[in-house]
């Protein structure tokens, strides 16, 4: 590990101008993605911005009638929060459907959006990736792509997004508050928060330099049933091949967002629209531009058939 300085931070707006100063700053909460990637030297930041002091770990009813999520919410807190039990069941599934009880006692909301793909090349310092060194080529392209993108990829890049949370969020239609380095504040959805890797695949959210993640914002709830249902090739502990988070309505409208085929959490409205037909007219529009690999062609079919299994269970 390379050797870095260290603050703590006293606000938000003191944590986001410092993290503005040097574009090798990081910030650190839980640390459960960070410094992983900092043994590695994958992530090499010369002066971390420690924000676990902040008093963002609230979660909070809004005006609205939705809920409002701190950054510092651990995982472990946010899937047992009863509001989160009662009215977002989608949300406290996908949490518990990801990582350890020990990660998910450390994790925050803000960390498990922003984390980083766990493509086995990307980890691999010894094989070229333009998401750890632009311009180095994807070593993914061609090698064993079993666990990447089907959709959304490009020449550049074909990892996928690993956040479970992220995905329910997604169908939730959440938004992610934050502040700037000179103290403004500013609203995101999520749709638009996480970028499509294009030419530049390193660049991964549309946050700016030093901009903090200080809450999550769910809106009021819809109601229906709300299911998350996660493929992978073991049982615990393994990122998602296909997973998918929906809420249906006793009409059979609904949402769906699915988490393992792409670089972000993957969601197209159209295909929402498709619900009351079924499975396969929503994984059709979900998937009309898939360009999967011969390693990984088989998600297509296996999205279709959790989102049936899905459909099944919401509609009895």
Known sequence: ??????????????????????????????????????KLEIETPTHLVDVNGLALDRIEETPEGGLRIGALVRNTDLAADARVRRDYGVLSRALLAGASGQLRNKATTAGNILQRTRCPYFYDTNLPCNKRKPGSGCAAIGGFSRQHAVIGASEACI???????????????????????????????????????GDSPEIETTLASGELITAVTL????????????????????FALVSVAAIVQRDG???VALGGVAHKPWRVEAADAELPRGAKAVTARLFADAKPTKDNAFKLPLAERTLAAVLREARG
């Open 1 to 38: 590990m390379k050797s870095f300085s260290y603050e703590r931070a006293t606000s938000p707006a003191a944590a986001a101008a410092a993290g503005a100063r040097d574009a090798n700053t990081r910030f650190i909460a839980g640390g459960t993605n960070l410094l992983d990637l900092m």
């Open 159 to 197: 990892a996928t997004h690993p956040s479970d949370m992220a995905v329910a969020m997604r169908a939730l239609d959440a938004t992610v508050e934050t502040v700037r380095p000179d103290g403004a504040t500013r609203s995101i959805p999520i749709a638009e928060l996480h970028r499509l890797p």
């Open 219 to 238: 809106p009021k709830p819809v109601g229906g049933t709300q299911a998350y249902r996660k493929v992978r090739d073991r049982a615990s502990y393994a």
């Open 253 to 255: 409208t609904g949402s």
